[in-house]
């Protein structure tokens, strides 16, 4: 059978992807070496793993892979707590979004809430794998897409070995290759019609035979020579066998998602601060611990001195052993077998060496200062104290997250919010308020830290009304300074309040007002209700001050 021409397409993103994977090659020995220390499972950047393996054979020590686990499991709790609702969907310009505008948004939200934590997405499966690729390598490949059947969205992370790509002049991701293998049969029942005849043949007597395959993504306007694509990127599956294009589609995203923790210029791929920073306490302690162990293997299993031509058989020091001695050696020169005298004073210190170096790695992994700091000291410490720790816990955790916020989370949340949109899961366009047409969708997030920042809104507000109530006595007109309404929408939206619960502002300016004209009248109301009495009292008191006026004398009977 003859083999199809090579499609000139294919031969130059290969060619292209080749040179990206080659150019990092000394890179994947650096990855390797950190998954050797720090997690196992992917430790298999240079070489091939064999399944069934044992892992950890080169380790005496688990802490460092504790560390990293530790490490990715807080990321994940504090960037995604699945108990809480962790992303808002926004604008850029939240102040000329009107009240529907704000209320389909927190539709949105719960609409691709629902979408994310769908059985089928696989989303919580895809997050956790990123995670522990993003402590230990400082980057992850994640992909976002609908599955096979169009009915939910699908989350998939790919390992960084297989996955490539370059920077444009303003440092964002452009073009991205991915290595893959895909069953013959699979090959074939997704690219019926352009999958070449070798595969179709392979698919019929070797059905689970793998093929490999290139995934690229390229800007449009590269690809082509520049021809106008009505979107913004290029979505190409390769063939590998007979370089020839399976599919290309024009596509509004790239669909992946490749979150950076620590860039230097100069580089298309990032850094883990933990990983980078710990490895050499993490091979050090790996040599200390083996000192150690044998160290004390020898004193339980001490080295031993037996005179040479006494002995008269193997040396057994095992429970119940038996070494025999000749019968003419004299113990007067001496015991025929004895243990060496060992000096067991530098144990505590390696011990105490060794101690410090887990504090070290810890340090390392940030895991010091992830944790709340205590809040304790009974009644003995101020308000003001318990609010210097919080904003010493934020200064230390903000660097850490906050970038992660904007580019994990931040990538997830846009590619998917995108699929959803298009796909009408949102519901019509025509029914998106105006002030939402045409509006930058962006995100905010929720986690422990921003609600301990937004929280502070309300406190706040509770510290301005307590300074007016100083002054207000001094200064009546204080009370206007301060925008109150707006301090306390404003406090509110801080503590999570949903936008449901909310009055639009033109609305809650009438229901001021008919409160105030409501209050208008009733003093009023009041004000004729106290002139009626006054009135109904001095006609009833009228008899009597007439006959008073008769009785009393006059001033000339009185003279």
């Known amino acids: 059978m003859a083999s199809q021409t090579p499609d000139k397409r294919a031969q130059d993103l290969i060619g292209e992807g080749d040179k990206l994977f080659g150019d ?85 939200t719960r609409t691709q809430r629902r979408a994310l934590y769908d059985r089928e997405s696989l989303f919580v499966k895809a997050c956790k794998e990123g995670d522990h690729d993003f402590a230990a390598f400082g980057q992850a490949a994640l992909y976002v897409s609908l599955n096979r059947d169009h009915d939910a969205l699908l989350f998939r992370t790919f390992h960084l070995r297989d996955v490539a790509w370059s920077e444009d002049e303003e440092t964002r991701i452009t073009r991205i290759h991915r290595k893959g293998k895909m069953t013959a049969q699979a090959m074939v029942r997704k690219w019926r019609d352009t999958v070449s005849p070798e595969v179709k043949s392979i698919a019929d007597k070797e059905p689970l035979s793998e093929i490999e395959y290139r995934h690229v993504v390229v800007p449009a306007e590269d690809y082509e020579g520049g021809r106008r694509f009505r979107r913004k990127w290029m979505s190409i599956y390769i063939a590998c066998e007979g370089e020839k294009v399976l599919e290309e589609t024009n596509v509004r995203s790239p669909g992946y998602v490749i979150p950076r923790w620590q860039t230097v210029s100069g580089s298309q791929y990032a850094y883990s601060p933990a990983t980078v920073c710990g490895l050499p306490d993490m091979r050090l302690i790996q040599a200390m611990t083996l000192t150690l162990l044998e160290a004390g293997e020898r004193f339980t299993n001490p080295p031993m001195i037996a005179v040479q031509e006494a002995i008269r058989s193997d040396i057994a020091v095992y429970a119940g052993g038996i070494t025999w001695v000749d019968s003419a050696y004299d113990e007067r020169l001496g015991e ?40 304790g000291g009974g009644p003995q410490m101020t308000a003001f104290e318990v609010g210097q720790r919080v904003q010493e816990y934020i200064r230390q955790a903000l660097p850490i997250f906050e970038p992660m916020e904007q580019e994990y989370n931040g990538g997830l949340c846009d590619a998917s919010f995108d699929i959803l949109l298009h796909e009408g899961a949102f519901g019509p366009v025509n029914e998106i308020p105006r002030s939402i047409m045409g509006a930058d969708i962006r995100f905010r997030f929720e986690s422990p830290l921003t609600e301990i920042i937004d929280s502070q809104k309300g406190a706040r507000l509770a510290t301005a009304k307590q300074l007016l109530a100083t002054v207000v006595d001094v200064d009546p007109t204080a009370v206007y300074v301060l925008d109150w309404q707006a301090a306390f929408r404003d406090a509110l939206e801080g503590n999570r309040t949903p936008e449901a619960w909310f009055h639009d502002p033109k609305i809650a300016a009438k229901l001021a007002a008919a409160h105030a004209q409501a209050a208008q ?30 009785t009393m004398p006059t001033p000339q009977q009185a003279a």
């Open 521 to 550: 009248q009733a003093q009023q109301l009041q004000d004729l209700q106290a002139g009626s009495n006054i009135a109904k009292n001095l006609g009833a008191a009228a008899p009597g001050l007439s006959q008073l006026g008769a």
């Open 336 to 375: 025929v077998l004895r243990p060496l005298t060992q000096d067991k004073g530098g144990m505590p210190i390696g011990r105490d060496m060794r101690n410090d170096v887990k504090e070290a790695i810890a340090e390392c992994f940030f895991l010091n200062k992830l944790q709340m700091p205590e809040i």
């Open 24 to 108: 990092r090659l000394t890179l994947m020995s650096l990855w390797q070496e950190i998954a050797y220390n720090t997690y196992l499972e992917r430790a298999d950047f240079t070489l091939q793993r064999i399944m069934g393996n044992t892992l950890g054979e080169n380790l005496m020590t688990s802490y460092p892979l504790i560390a990293r686990r530790e490490l990715a499991n807080t990321l994940g709790t504090m960037l995604r707590p699945k108990e809480t609702e962790w992303f808002f969907a926004e604008t850029t310009r939240m102040d000329r979004i009107d009240t529907a505008g704000k209320k389909w948004l927190e539709r949105a």
